[in-house]
């Protein structure tokens, strides 16, 4: 028989506890094994038995979550989900988690329409079936960027790639482990790397706290992607949380649509969604990256890349959170390299400023 993924949910609100253990218990493949109001009776509960998976408020009494999960990292690692409204600060704080060692962040189901709260109902329950394989990395130390210049500072002669009729353009899709695989990989980037367009799975607002802390820490800008935004060098875009994001080309340029639609492959955003616009409408001039992520979003939308002769980049196991999106993409044939986070830079810069 499977061993369930067993949880302890963490939150200082008995609605949410409930609510929370509610939607985790109606997944076969796990059990609340335990709820607490606040880090101090979760320490309790941990002392008889250890959980697989915490899901964890950012904002309780005697000890805040971000307190409690930088103990718990330094102590006793254990796969972590943040759980967290939408207001603003909470983001911020949630998005801060991650870079302490969170795997996932989910936002507090809350009562509303019937659609909405079987799409948290799955996204809850596959954040904490993905936490529950991910492995806990080393949190890679923040590297110092120099401050963003203006074109007033340094104006660039015309590069190759400005003079050619289409631009290349690069796509990512990443999941879980994603927000600190995509903070590693875009801190690697000049100014002028080319324009990128970017799906994270990650719940609606936290998309926009998390393109401003990756603008502040980058030297490419980073910004959360409205509709018709222009895909331009030196700059990128992430999808917002709760809609699909497509790449599109209007003559030499490119640009972006936002739209609402199904879950595709279990998500909105889906990298399959992206993935597929650019191998129709980039084609050769893209390059495509996965990175760690459980599930198989992308692996499909990639293969659909390389047959319309883009250039394929699959992350490796060994650097992955979680190996699940890279595989699948792997498995169908789909990546044309699998590199470690630290190569995958290197490999898009020097395919991207090829004729």
Same mark, same amino acid.
């Given at each position: ?139 890679? %130390? $923040? *590297?110092?960027?120099?401050?963003? +210049?203006?074109? &007033? !500072? ?7 790639? =400005?003079? /050619? ?15 600190? %695989? $995509? *903070?590693?990989?875009?801190?690697? +980037?000049?100014? &002028? !790397? ?7 799975? =990650?719940? /609606? ?151």
């Amino acid at each position: 028989m499977k061993k369930k993924i067993r949880v302890l949910v963490v939150d200082d609100s008995a609605l949410v506890r409930q609510t929370i253990s509610g939607i985790l218990a109606s997944d076969p493949d796990i059990e609340v094994m335990a709820t607490a109001g606040d880090p101090f009776a979760a320490a309790r509960k941990m002392r008889d038995e250890v959980p697989d998976v915490i899901t964890l408020d950012v904002e309780m009494p005697r000890m805040d979550g971000i307190t409690f999960l930088q103990k718990l990292m330094a102590q006793h690692p254990i796969p972590v989900v943040i759980c967290s409204s939408l207001a603003g600060e909470q983001s911020a704080t949630a998005l801060k988690a991650l870079e302490y060692g969170a795997v996932e962040i989910i936002q507090k189901p809350v009562v509303g329409t019937k659609k909405f709260l079987e799409e948290s109902s799955i996204r809850i329950c596959d954040c904490v079936k993905s936490a529950a394989l991910s492995r806990i990395k080393k949190i890679l %130390a $923040l *590297r110092k960027v120099e401050p963003k +210049l203006n074109a &007033d !500072a340094v104006l660039a002669g015309p590069t190759r790639a =400005m003079l /050619e009729t289409t631009e290349k353009v690069v796509v990512l899709g990443a999941s879980t482990g994603g927000t600190e %695989a $995509l *903070r590693v990989f875009l801190q690697q +980037l000049p100014m &002028d !790397a080319p324009g990128m367009v970017i799906v994270q799975h =990650m719940p /609606e607002n936290f998309t926009r706290a998390f393109a401003i802390r990756l603008n502040d820490i980058c030297r490419v800008s980073v910004k959360e992607a409205e509709n018709n935004d222009p895909v331009l060098r030196g700059q990128v875009l992430i999808a917002p949380g709760n809609d699909h994001l497509l790449l599109k080309r209007s003559g030499a340029r490119y640009y972006v649509e936002v739209k609402t639609g199904p879950l595709v492959s279990r998500h909105r955003p889906s990298v399959d969604v992206l993935f597929r616009s650019a191998a129709r409408y980039a084609g050769k001039n893209a390059v495509g990256v996965i990175m760690t992520g459980m599930g198989d979003d992308g692996a499909k939308g990639m293969m659909e890349m390389k047959q319309a002769g883009a250039f394929t980049i699959a992350q490796d196991e060994a650097s992955c959170v979680v190996f699940g999106m890279p595989n699948e993409a792997i498995k169908l044939g789909a990546a044309d390299r699998v590199l470690s986070l630290e190569q995958i830079s290197g490999m898009v810069l020097m395919e991207c400023n090829k004729r």
